[in-house]
């Protein structure tokens, strides 16, 4: 399995950027996927998550300003990122997982990463 990310870049606080996950050797509408994110000197920490069955779980820090997404026949998912914050600063990555009860379970499968930076 692979996971290509793309997608970030450098905007300004209250812009928007998409981020996009291709995955190979899986199929994502028949698997959980997430993004994490990573700032410098803190924990990588989840951020949004979508199970098989399109249900979607966010950070509460993100929720109503990201949403995760997928385009089954592309075999991609994304998140798209409104409202950005300079917090929102960050390397993100995709992962394949799981989810078991309400609790997403991140797996070895991790995109190479892409950084997103919001400036002030």
């Known amino acids: 399995v692979q996971l290509q990310a793309s997608g970030g870049g450098l905007v300004h606080d209250g812009g928007s950027l998409r981020l996009s996950c291709a995955a190979s050797g899986t199929i994502i509408s028949s698997v959980s996927m997430a993004w994490y994110r990573q700032a410098p000197g803190k924990e990588r920490e989840l951020v949004a998550a979508?199970?098989?069955?399109?249900?979607?779980k966010y950070a509460d820090s993100v929720r109503g300003r990201f949403t995760i997404s997928r385009d089954d026949g592309k075999n991609t998912v994304y998140l798209q990122m409104n409202t950005l914050k300079p917090e929102d600063t960050a390397v993100y990555y995709c992962n394949k997982g799981l989810f078991r009860a309400t609790n997403y379970i991140a797996t070895a499968t991790w995109g190479q990463g892409t950084q997103v930076t919001v400036s002030s």
């Open positions: 979508m199970t098989s069955s399109g249900h979607t």
